[in-house]
């Protein structure tokens, strides 16, 4: 489905320098912050909108996984 090499190269989107992702049954999962990414027709997607969070966790901030270098003046809007 997946083939290792392209499993090599895929990150969290969380934090694509650190978090590999692992190849569990139908879906990727993060190393790090346990993030469940769909593979819709042999590709996964790396969404964090699309992504279902680990059990327990209710917000992606909650996670080990942030966008640390993210800019500030992306989006400012807070909920
Ligand atoms: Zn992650």
Redesign the pocket.
Known sequence: MISQDLLEILR?P??PSN?RLRLANDHLE?E??A?RFLIKDGFPILVIEEAALPAGCECISQ?P?QREEKPKNENAEVK
Do not use: D, F, V
Request: hydrophobic content about 40%; aromatic content about 0%; overall charge positive.
């Open positions: 969290c969380l934090s978090a993060c790090r912050c993030l996670l996984c």
